[in-house]
């Protein structure tokens, strides 16, 4: 049994192309009577109709795709993303998140991307069961109800309120949750067109001395740090 989304878009072209560099391939394709295409990767299937007016930024459209190593899967559409737009958009329409354990889906380590038709595709891993993220202090509670404001709910202008609010608070955190919480409030930054406080951010970043052994555990943040940088 085989199930296809059908989600919408305002141009099937538009929708070819950046599935295309995400790996996938077309498998259906009719421009009248009524646009459509069907793109698949591997087991994802994913259907889309065009909608004459449609505005991507009014799409309600949303699925759920598992994957056996989200790590794998973020890093091909990274790839992906580079060749086609020079760089992994954060901002406007489309976009994609990094994988980060979200508190409500239990702890599982899923991103978003969000297609030039405004849908979004939510990617989790396989997993019967997982562990809820370790609470850690007030600053890391702080960054995992952002990170379920923006990256799930969609609201980042919200998320960047509660961080903003918990960075100025919070004086007495740990290094790693500083620079988590930083890094992750530079990126909403960016996805919020607001380069003036990015640069903020990132300087209050450079800020914060950290040991060697926890610039290992923050390898992969630090690492998207300065690809925003570039940005």
């Not at 950046?18 to 069907?38: D, H, V, W």
């Not at 760089?87 to 994609?96: F, N, S, T, Y």
């Not at 202008?157 to 100025?168: F, H, N, P, T």
Request: hydrophobic share 40%.
């Amino acid at each position: 049994m085989t199930v296809v989304p059908l989600l919408p878009c305002a141009s099937i072209e538009d929708m070819l192309a950046f599935y295309t560099a995400l790996g996938f391939e077309p498998t259906y394709r009719q421009s009248k009577p009524n646009p459509y295409l069907a793109m698949r990767r591997g087991d994802i299937n994913l259907g889309f109709f065009g909608m004459p007016g449609f505005n991507p930024a009014d799409s309600y459209g949303s699925c759920i795709i598992t994957a056996p190593d989200t790590a794998e899967l973020h890093h091909a559409f990274t790839d992906g993303l580079r060749s086609l737009y020079g760089k992994v958009p954060l901002a406007g329409i489309p976009r994609m998140t990094r994988p980060r354990p979200r508190r409500n889906a239990e702890g599982l380590a899923g991103f978003s991307v969000v297609d030039p038709g405004g849908n979004w595709l939510r990617i989790y891993p396989e997993a019967a069961e997982a562990d809820p993220p370790p609470l850690g202090g007030k600053l890391a509670q702080a960054l995992d109800n952002a990170v379920v404001l923006a990256d799930s709910r969609g609201d980042p202008a919200q998320a960047a309120k509660i961080l903003d609010g918990a960075l100025s608070r919070i004086t007495d955190a740990p290094a790693v949750e500083r620079v988590e919480a930083l890094a992750y409030r530079a990126e909403l930054a960016f996805t919020l067109e607001d380069p003036e406080r990015a640069a903020a951010v990132l300087a209050e970043l450079d800020g914060v001395r950290l040991e060697a052994p926890d610039r290992e555990l923050l390898a992969d943040t630090l690492a998207t740090v300065e690809e925003l940088r570039g940005s």
